[in-house]
């Protein structure tokens, strides 16, 4: 069985391979195409829950193949980064810390194409934490309302510029003002405005959980059919598309660990509560994988009303 998840972005390739592993004929190998790296971690690790074996294979730059099998499969079966160039990159135009500065004082929004580690260690205040790398992903983050304006892009490398560019183009529905020149650096060499983001381990993470403390709150943003495959019971589940419309209903005064598959979309959600005001923040960058490698408990089926 072939099931080819290219284009899809966390959570769509985990999802649609549960839903395939659920089908699989007895003898059969499922052979899963991505070309999303975080998909080579949180699909594995809900094959080998179900009993599987799993083989990964580089196809491509970046592509791979997941093959999924009890016993032998019967299927025959890294590039160093850029550093930003002064000259604009994918026909977005370079700009300066300071003329970035300026456009956001006129109502523009970084976004932080970047990994959400890197985003924790230091950032543009105020900026949103995103992965533009489809369609699909524009599309699922355009209800969220500093999106809707003009963005202007942070990432580490040329790479990270194009791939934003080329899936913005093909949604159709963002406004792009350029690109942020040098980077991070440049912008902390300039002095403007920074913050970070920090981050909670799995074992921090259950620690506090298990602490009872009523002055925490693991806030679960995934999708609501994530939330009914699995939870872990004392999260606090509000979807990211609904997050902004449903503020009134978390504490500004009680730390929030924000919580999704792999750490992506918590860390979106953790960027857009810092622009309304909420300060006691982590994201657990392992998300729903981490805790299931280390063999916490969850539970399993549910509705997510």
């Known amino acids: 069985m072939k099931l080819d998840v290219r284009g899809e972005i966390c959570p769509y390739p985990m999802l649609m391979a549960v839903e395939a592993m659920k089908k699989l004929p007895e003898g059969e190998v499922l052979e899963v195409l991505t070309d999303h790296a975080p998909a080579l971690e949180s699909i594995p690790v809900q094959a080998t829950r179900r009993g599987f074996e799993v083989k990964i294979e580089k196809i491509g730059d970046p592509e791979w193949r997941i093959l999924i099998f009890k016993g032998e499969p019967r299927i025959a079966g890294g590039s160093g980064e850029n550093v930003l160039a002064s000259v604009g990159v994918a026909g977005l135009q370079a700009l300066s810390p300071k003329e970035a500065w300026a456009l956001v004082a006129e109502g523009a929004t970084v976004v932080d194409v970047r990994h959400p580690a890197e985003y924790g260690a230091l950032h543009v205040r105020d900026s949103i934490s995103l992965i533009i790398s489809s369609k699909k992903a524009v599309e699922a983050a355009a209800g969220l309302s500093p999106l809707k304006g003009p963005l ?67 806030l679960d943003i995934r999708l609501p059919q994530e939330w009914e495959l699995m939870r872990i019971p004392a999260a606090k589940f509000i979807p990211l598309s609904e997050l902004e419309g449903r503020l009134n209903e978390l504490d500004k005064d009680k730390a929030i660990a924000t919580f999704c598959d792999l750490g992506f979309r918590s860390a979106t959600a953790a960027s857009v509560l810092a622009r309304h005001g909420f300060t006691r923040l982590f994201n657990v960058i392992e998300g729903m994988t981490g805790w299931l490698k280390a063999g916490l408990p969850v539970v399993e089926g549910g509705n997510a009303t």
């Open 152 to 218: 202007i892009i942070l990432a580490k490398h040329s790479g990270q510029i194009e791939k934003t560019v080329a899936a913005v183009k093909e949604a159709g529905q963002v406004s792009l003002l350029g690109y942020i020149e040098g980077g991070i650096e440049a912008w902390r060499m300039e002095g403007l405005p920074t913050a970070e983001l920090k981050s909670l381990s799995i074992e921090e993470l259950k620690a506090r959980l298990d602490s009872g403390s009523e002055d925490f709150v693991l």
